[in-house]
């Protein structure tokens, strides 16, 4: 899946711009916990989550979590396995992850 042209991850957002104020900081946290919450609420932890994987809308300031290669499903016990893969898309039957966009405003249900 490519990358939407208006979008830049935190990483770089944050080096273009130099710091946060506490206001973009706030949101784009609040974002962040929602979006992991939702994951989680629908059984799934990301486990690399990081500036380079959290994209920022310039214009919406919309966050979208990428990159779910490392995640895998929730359940009790140790986790050592991957269940993600590199795919664009994601049936609802498949039972691997996914590494195309989660966004969170997706995730509200």
Do not use: W
């Amino acid at each position: 899946m490519e990358r939407p042209e208006r979008v830049k991850d935190l990483f770089d957002h944050i080096t273009e711009s130099g710091s946060l104020d506490e206001d973009e900081a706030r949101c784009l946290f609040r974002q962040i916990v929602k979006t992991t919450l939702a994951l989680h609420d629908a059984g799934i932890v990301h486990r690399d989550i990081k500036d380079e994987n959290i994209l920022v809308d310039a214009e919406s300031r919309d966050i979208r979590l990428i990159d779910f290669g490392s995640g895998t499903f929730l359940h009790d016990g140790v986790y050592n396995d991957f269940e993600g893969e590199e795919t664009e898309a994601q049936s609802s039957s498949s039972s691997s992850l996914s590494s195309s966009f989660i966004y969170s405003e997706q995730l509200k249900g």
